[in-house]
């Protein structure tokens, strides 16, 4: 049974950098589309990344393009997401989730992880 973990959410000023941990245990994640969502207080959970299974190909939320990177280390079995320029509106509960062998949808089912928390604020 594949298992996520999130990590390195913290509070940051804007304009700041953090990057998140998405570690998985069980399956490696070669086959895997690994994606990124977040929620903030009183919205709705949002897509912000996926990078795909084999080729590794990434796509990202308009919101965040330029500024975020998806990467994954498959000798860790872990997916990062690299934020920079951190603003406000960033804040929420960070997510990844998993999907075979295509980018996860957001829907409740599935691999999804704890979530870990980030918040931009001065």
């Known amino acids: 049974q594949l298992q996520l973990v999130e990590s390195g959410g913290a509070l940051v000023q804007p304009g700041g950098s953090l990057r998140l941990s998405c570690v998985a245990s069980?399956?490696?994640?070669?086959?895997?589309?690994v994606g990124w969502f977040r929620q903030a207080p009183g919205k709705e959970r949002e897509a912000v990344s996926c990078?795909?299974?084999?080729?590794?190909?990434?796509n990202y939320a308009d919101s965040v393009k330029g500024r975020f990177t998806a990467t994954k280390d498959k000798a860790k079995n872990t997916v990062y997401l690299e934020m920079n320029s951190l603003k406000p509106e960033d804040t929420g509960v960070y997510y990844c989730?998993?999907?075979?062998?295509?980018?996860?949808?957001?829907?409740?089912?599935?691999?999804w992880g704890q979530g870990t928390q980030v918040t931009v604020s001065s």
């Open positions: 989730k998993a999907a075979w062998r295509s980018c996860p949808d957001n829907g409740p089912s599935g691999f």
């Open positions: 990078i795909e299974s084999e080729d590794g190909g990434t």
């Open positions: 069980g399956p490696t994640l070669n086959y895997f589309g």
